[in-house]
């Protein structure tokens, strides 16, 4: 009779929890378990970063299958804290170039320079740096590893966040201004909400953008220093060297699951909340569902539980943050046509002060024969972009808008696009190595699809996110006046989807400079084959230890990057700002 005494003792109780929904449900649990699994690999992952650096000698990376999951798990922290770096600087950056004239002067032409400046370029100085800041630690070789992830994603997000606040409605803007909202309130009322799709989107381009480089973030050699960290890209590494076919299969299949873990566990669920920001006059017919956003939304306890959380959330968005002191430094930054002079003589000051510091450092060993071999290999990597960017737009564009139109399909293709866009070129090395050599093929011509091979999914990324967020009611205008083929593209579809456009083939191009660096110099085991171009140039200097020409390869291709972008996408992102805004 006593357990039955016990169970009625206890009944009000839980009685008052059922009535109050503050008793746990299966939702709550599911919830819960996903949690305390992120947090143990976040505790397990973060505890080696205390291990002195000798244990990476100690324990060098090995091919046993099973040391993969623990080498996935090391690789996805990496990734993941480079997206959190990633996403603070877009915040930061992007707004600052939206919103200030003089900040976006030196701000756009800085972000065209370092997302053309190679992964191995950024290694190259800063590997020494973190390895001082943290001496005897992995905690430095780690840093060293995430910074380089981190270059091979902020860049993207910060142009699409800077483009989606440059198109900002006007309508909008001057509604939130007349509400009297701060510069805060409308960062978060407003502009954050509005590049929101677009911003997911370039975020999960982003996530694969840093699988593509992460063989060069965690096997690391400049000169004579090499560091292997524990993860896939050191793993995939190895199995290249070892010409392991067998191993080089199972790094891809590890990260094929990981990424669909995520897909299913973060990014879905992240596109599935996004969609509420979609600026629309009617509701839109399908929207993207997640199981993982639908369970979320159904817990009771971790409701209750966050509810503090998103007050104090609530109420940071709505600070008022000394708006008449905001409002004065805004027109300070814009007013004076003096000022402005001023901060542009400054600003070309500068330039040339870091010009001729490269200048001089360079010249200590280099000739005029290195510059005419740099430029020339800078030419022939040129063409290679404008051909191959040229080739993906026509291919990916009309792509993007039938898979963007249709969220259900969007759904069951985004974690395929993501698993082509993350897949890594060094595992296509041993079929181009081979089939060159025995076909003695030339590598100038058929080295070229690696360097897209990852960066082309910039395009499509963006303009399903540009498809994805066009508003149902200009859909429904289009429908209504008939419009049909050609004219729907030219009148209706492909304007909404410019300015995605714009800023996917802007981060596309400069993404396929990046990744001529491991495109037109392969390697598979002793043999290698080379492109002639500016990325074989930079990595035979990198791998040298050579910095006096890493540093030459970088400005050229800097030079480069910079030049076609003031000739070809500012003008076109500019048409898009003046004549493609949904007003």
């Keep these: 009779m006593t357990p039955i005494v016990r169970h009625r003792s206890h009944s009000p109780l839980v009685a008052a929890l059922v009535r109050a929904r503050a008793w746990p449900n299966a939702y709550d649990l599911a919830a819960f378990a996903l949690l305390i699994a992120a947090a143990a690999a976040l505790a397990h992952g973060a505890a080696d970063l205390r291990e002195p650096l000798a244990g990476l000698t100690q324990q060098p990376v090995s091919l046993r299958i099973a040391n993969l999951p623990e080498y996935a798990l090391r690789t996805t922290l990496r990734m993941f804290a480079a997206m959190l770096a990633s996403l603070l600087f877009t915040f930061v950056v992007a707004t600052w170039a939206a919103k200030s004239r003089r900040a976006e002067r030196v701000i756009v032409p800085a972000l065209d320079i ?6 191995l370029g950024f290694l190259s100085f800063t590997v020494t740096f973190f390895l001082g800041l943290f001496p005897g630690r992995q905690l430095g070789a780690e840093c060293a590893a995430v910074f380089a992830i981190f270059t091979s994603q902020a860049w993207n997000m910060t142009f699409s966040f800077y483009q989606s606040l440059r198109t900002v409605p006007r309508d909008l803007d001057e509604v939130s201004r007349g509400f009297g909202l701060s510069a805060w309130q409308r960062f978060w009322r407003l502009d954050a909400p509005f590049a929101a799709p677009g911003l997911v989107w370039n975020m999960m381009m982003s996530m694969s953008g840093g699988w593509f480089f992460v063989v060069a ?3 690391i050699t400049v000169g004579d220093t090499t560091l292997e960290l524990p993860g896939i890209g050191s793993y995939l590494a190895l199995a290249i060297a070892h010409k392991n076919i067998a191993a080089v299969a199972w790094a891809v299949a590890a990260m094929a699951l990981l990424i669909a873990l995520y897909d299913q566990l973060l990014f879905r669920p992240i596109v599935a909340w996004a969609d509420k920001f979609r600026v629309e006059q009617t509701a839109g017919q399908q929207r993207p569902a997640s199981w993982v956003y639908d369970m979320a ?16 959330w609530q109420r940071a968005m709505l600070l008022r943050l000394r708006k008449r002191a905001i409002a004065a430094a805004s027109e300070r930054a814009t007013a004076t046509d003096w000022g402005d002079r001023l901060w542009l003589a400054l600003t070309l000051a500068v330039a040339a ?19 005419a071999e740099a430029f020339g290999g800078g030419l022939a990597t040129l063409v290679r972009v404008a051909v191959l960017i040229a080739i993906a737009s026509a291919i990916w564009v009309p792509v993007g808008v039938w898979i963007g139109l249709r969220p259900q399909l969007a759904q069951r293709v985004q974690p395929l696009a993501q698993f082509l866009a993350a897949f890594p070129a060094n595992v296509l090395f041993p079929v ?6 025995r076909t003695g093929a030339n590598p100038n011509l058929w080295l070229s699809p690696l360097m897209v091979l990852g960066t082309q999914w910039y395009i ?7 498809a994805s967020a066009y508003p149902t009611d200009l859909r ?10 050609w004219t729907w593209w030219r009148r209706a579809i492909l304007p909404g989807v410019f300015p995605y456009y714009v800023t996917g083939a802007l981060t596309a191009s400069g993404g396929s400079w990046n990744a001529s660096i491991v495109a037109e110099l392969v390697h598979w085991g002793d043999q290698r084959v080379e492109a002639y171009g500016l990325g074989a140039y930079i990595a035979r200097a990198t791998q040298a230890g050579d910095f006096h020409r890493v540093v ?23 048409y898009a700002e003046r004549r493609l805004r949904l007003d």
Excluded: C, H
């Design 114 to 119: 370092l997302q053309s400046v190679p992964v």
């Design 217 to 219: 973030s965690e096997a």
């Design 297 to 312: 939304r159904r817990t009771r306890l971790l409701k209750r539980a966050l509810r503090p959380i998103a007050w104090l």
């Design 353 to 371: 002060w870091g010009g001729w510091f490269a200048f001089d450092y360079g010249r200590q060993t280099l000739s005029l024969d290195d510059v």
């Design 432 to 437: 181009a190595v081979i089939a060159i050599m």
């Design 460 to 466: 499509l990324f963006n303009v399903i996110a540009g």
């Design 476 to 485: 429904e205008a289009a429908t209504v006046y008939r419009l049909r083929s």
């Design 552 to 574: 030459l390869g970088v400005a050229v291709m800097s030079l480069f990057v910079t030049l076609f972008n003031r000739i070809v996408w500012r003008p076109l992102y500019a």
